[in-house]
């Protein structure tokens, strides 16, 4: 019987390679898979390309990756927030690379890889110093410009409930990237707050269908990235 | 010279002008503020980018739920009738002209209707673009809320952007303390002037020719 | 307060002008609206072109609207089936004009109209006939078709429950093509089984949300299409 | 001669090759007998591109939902993991390349891996293409089981494909009533021999030069 469950978050991480390209998923706070992005701290792999709508907040998660130097490259929407200070200060440094993509362009782009579509036009950035460098082209009198998929090895995902299947729901907002991003990486990667049985969610109510997930890990009392940043907390 | 509108003033005027049963998608500051001016007999259902629409008000602390966020990753509320939906989605609801009115602070509008509302273009920052292009691009009809002038008094709205353009010929309308002013193939018009505000003051505080109301 | 309701199937098909191109949901007789198909053949409209996966079976429902001469064109990708007999013969007296879309394209087409999404590239159909005529190109050394979105002024769908602001959920194979068609169509039209209050279907397991619906009608026992072809029935 | 495998014999040959939680998608005909000759200690998860992982084995009669079809307009059954989709998502894991095996029936094979499977191309014949050149551009491993002749003697495995392809050089395997056939750079390579015929017999019923086991 297929059963995609892992014992640890660090045996789920543990082969993950130097250089990596890794989608992280959550917007803000809101679905940021804390313990494996601890646990990725922990196994050390760095020259990582990440890809998230953020840079992290405060001196935990994605920011303490990002802090403990492992990350090369971030890919992201909007690399500012009132309580991003680690990025900002590295950026400044030119010890850290920057792709800035619109957050619709983004999400459509992470769609495409998963989807088999290795590019798609979009009407998003026209006009705009964005386009610099971006062909360009005209459907039905209006300019589009043409944007390629955007795949990655490894997706650190965090969910509400799965299965042995790796059938997963998400807690409201905190579904954001995270469908798309579980398409588009080679090997996805999840801890989940509930573990349950196959047949335990209604096959109508599944949000990533577990051909999508590849290894899953319960975490039964995550962290919330929010509440530690509250608490003054950094990692490790 | 008067002031005109307050902030709350500037929200009500918008609000009078979206449609019952829009969708609707509210930028960060004044924009947000529509939703406690909604004229009687009308209903909107507010859209947020990280998905969900019927967005409602914040929680009591004690009713937080910490996965429950709007775009500005505030702590927020669902009204029934509400969903959820991934980025993909959510996207596809803006750009595929879906969501009926977005509401828009802004740096600079222009004559012709661009908009800079992302980045100054400073040497040094950090480009930080968001749902922004995807918004201007995507939604029906953008309206914006801003003051008519900088703090130091520098126009908003002016002939050319000389900040980086978030998108090209995109505003239809700006609603600001100083009037109600529609971008048209004119240029800008004023559509209504604010209590105790003249057209000269407006027109002073511009920085491109705008014409009278009709 | 927004209420989408329409008090019968034939209020809610009463503008649908001749000409126009209509999506109909459903795969083979699996979330076919019955109900709605036989209410637009009862309004009487002409020249339309209609989009689904296949063409009908029996002489109800989709192949009754065809056998009654009111489309001018099929867009689909399996136009014949061992039940289909209505189209196959007015395709070969010439009297109606088909475009066949492989399946998977036919979705990405529907998707990406409702998407805004005005063209993108897939490999399938590179190397064969269908691919005729299509720009192609490669990308990352394989070769792709661009494929135009795929747009309608009307959509027909069946849920099997919606909410007065439009939110729906399907049952099990029904879903198919439907949430797609909800999102390219100028308006879209839903006959439910189980019209709820707002509240009544969790936020969490909205399968199309109401902003991609605009009527909606109750239907409380609908035929379904292999029952009324099983009883040999035909309409009107 | 003999007549080699039956058709049970091909799926359940077929079966040897998919491995454990492989995600399978079965075509209409022999390759929907699969499904009963799963290897002991192996799960496949199947996959219909109408909406659904999890397919199970169809209902009894009295226990049919008539919504719940597979791709060839059959009544099936979810098996508990089971999940329904749209037809974007289900053919986003066909065209992303998540389904690992596609089991097909087949009208020709050519010595490069040419299939040609949905249409005869006669004259007044109606195309209908479904899914099937989603499929062989889409997933991983692109598996045919076939009689290795027609009913009138006429070979299946080709050098060049007279129908219409569905796809260009995609199929990797054959499993005939006679032979495994792979495709390989050099063409068509005899894997293994049903019991009692031999590779003169796979030959002389093979319209291309087919090259001996390993």
């Known amino acids: 019987m297929i059963d995609k469950k892992y014992p640890s978050v660090a045996a789920a991480v543990a082969d993950i390679p130097d250089g990596a390209t890794v989608m992280i998923g959550g917007f803000g706070a809101s679905g940021s ?6 646990a990725l701290i922990d196994h050390g792999a760095t020259g990582l390309t990440v890809i998230n ?29 009132s309580q991003s200070k680690v990025f900002p200060a590295l950026y400044r440094e030119g010890r850290i690379e920057l792709e800035v993509v619109p957050q619709g362009t983004l999400a459509e782009r992470i769609r495409a890889a998963g989807a088999g579509i290795p590019a798609f036009y979009t009407p998003t950035t026209v006009g705009t110093i964005l386009a610099e460098g971006k062909e360009q082209r005209d459907f039905n009198g209006r300019a589009y410009v043409l944007e390629p998929w955007l795949k990655a090895d490894i997706a650190l995902i965090k969910s509400e409930v799965a299965d042995p299947l790796g059938n997963l729901t998400f807690n409201k907002t905190a579904r954001n990237f995270c469908p798309l991003m579980c398409m588009a990486a080679t090997t996805t990667i999840v801890q989940t707050k509930k573990f349950v049985a ?39 | 010279m008067s002031t005109g509108w307050t902030r709350e003033q500037m929200a009500a005027r918008a609000a009078q ?13 004044i924009p947000e503020l529509v939703t406690r001016f909604v004229p009687a007999g009308r209903e909107f259902i507010y859209h947020t980018e990280n998905g969900m629409l019927g967005m409602g008000p914040p929680p009591e602390e ?20 509400a969903a959820y939906f991934h980025h993909a989605d959510s996207f596809s609801m803006i750009r595929g002209g879906h969501i009926d009115v977005c509401v828009l602070g802004t740096m600079q ?19 930080a673009v968001g749902g922004a292009m995807d918004l201007v691009q995507g939604v029906k ?9 900088t703090k130091t008094g520098e126009p908003k709205l002016v002939e050319t952007c000389s900040y980086p353009l978030t998108g090209p010929g995109v505003v239809s309308r700006i609603f600001t303390n100083l009037a109600v002013v529609d971008v048209t ?10 209590p105790g505000v003249t057209f000269e003051e407006v027109q002073q505080n511009t920085g491109a020719p705008v014409l009278p109301p009709n």
């Open chain 1, 198 to 236: 196959r047949g335990g969610i209604d096959p109508e109510h599944v949000i990533t269908p577990g051909i999508f997930v590849n290894r899953i890990v319960e975490v039964p009392d995550p962290v919330h990235e929010d509440t530690l940043i509250a608490e003054g907390r950094s990692y490790p």
């Open chain 1, 33 to 38: 898979p804390v313990e494996l992005i601890h």
């Open chain 2, 17 to 29: 002008d979206i449609p019952d049963g829009s969708y609707v998608n509210l930028g960060i500051g």
């Open chain 2, 109 to 127: 509008v222009a004559a012709n209707g661009d908009i800079a509302n992302w980045s100054t273009g400073a040497p040094g920052a950090i480009p």
């Open chain 2, 185 to 194: 193939p004119d240029g800008f018009r004023v559509a209504e002037l604010a």
């Open chain 1, 53 to 81: 709508n953020n840079t992290g907040n405060g001196e935990v998660g994605l920011a303490a990756l990002i802090g403990n130097g492992q990350v090369s490259k971030m890919i992201c929407s909007f690399p500012r927030s």
């Open chain 2, 141 to 149: 009809r953008i309206y914006v809320i801003t003051q008519h002038t």
């Open chain 2, 62 to 81: 004690a009713e937080r739920d910490l996965d429950l966020m709007n775009a500005g990753k505030k702590y927020v509320t669902a009204l029934p009738g």
